[in-house]
Antibody, heavy 121, light 107 residues
């Protein structure tokens, strides 16, 4: 079955850039939209961005100036880069698949286990 | 942005109870409404998509209803494994947005 696995640095200093990776196994990345969603400790869920294998992207306007999502079909993974981080970016970052092939207007049906990013000096 | 408002934010219930959670959108989202269950320390799990469709493998005691701006998630006969936090999410337009969550606690 399809599995997603996030990876990241864990601890990042304020003003730095954090890069996260999501490896997709069990299916080709070249079918669906893939997304990043985050959850601050004890709080709710926030959609960050989504990408199609072709490179088509959608960003949350609240983060768009600091976020880049990219996909590498040869490695079957996609990535997130978040610049100029602050303590407010401390969260569990999930990668997820959107359920219907080639469609962004649908539910997140498969999620990774999440990777924690802590912003602290 | 479409704002999603869930109520209540938390509730206490007993095993066997019927539980209903409400989600309201700030504008019509037709049926582009999804429900998730999140247990402590785990990723969210998709329960219901397109307002009323049960995701594969999800028990039939979960059901969704509604369209437009008002939606409900109903759990008939609450089971011990159902104590968790539930989120609604609209997929009508970007930015994709979630409700604030409803935590179901054991009475």
């Amino acid at each position: 079955q399809v599995q997603l696995q996030e990876s990241g640095p864990g601890l990042v200093k304020p003003s730095e850039t954090v890069s996260l990776n999501c490896s997709v196994s069990g299916d080709s990345i070249s079918t669906y939209y893939w997304s990043w969603i985050r959850q601050p400790p004890g709080k709710g869920l926030e959609w960050i961005a989504s990408i199609y294998y072709s490179g088509t992207t959608n960003y949350n306007p609240s983060l768009k100036s600091r976020v880049t999502i990219s996909v590498d079909t040869s490695k079957n993974h996609f990535s997130l880069k978040l610049t100029s981080v602050t303590a407010a970016d401390t969260a569990l970052y999930y990668c997820a698949r959107i359920r219907v092939p080639a469609v962004i207007w649908d539910a997140f049906d498969i999620w990774g286990q999440g990777t924690m990013v802590t912003v602290s000096s | 942005d479409i704002q999603m408002t869930q109520s209540p934010s938390s509730l206490s219930a007993s095993v066997g109870d019927r539980v209903t959670i409400t989600c309201r959108a700030s504008q019509s989202i037709t049926s582009y409404l999804n429900w998730y269950q999140q247990k402590v320390g785990k990723a969210p799990k998709l329960l219901i998509y397109a307002a009323t469709s049960l995701q594969s493998g999800v028990p039939s005691r979960f059901s969704g209803s509604g369209s437009g701006t008002d939606f409900t998630l109903t759990i008939t006969s609450l089971q011990p494994e159902d104590f968790a936090t539930y989120y609604c999410q609209q997929s009508y337009s970007t930015p994709l947005t979630f409700g604030g969550g409803t935590r179901i606690e054991i009475k």
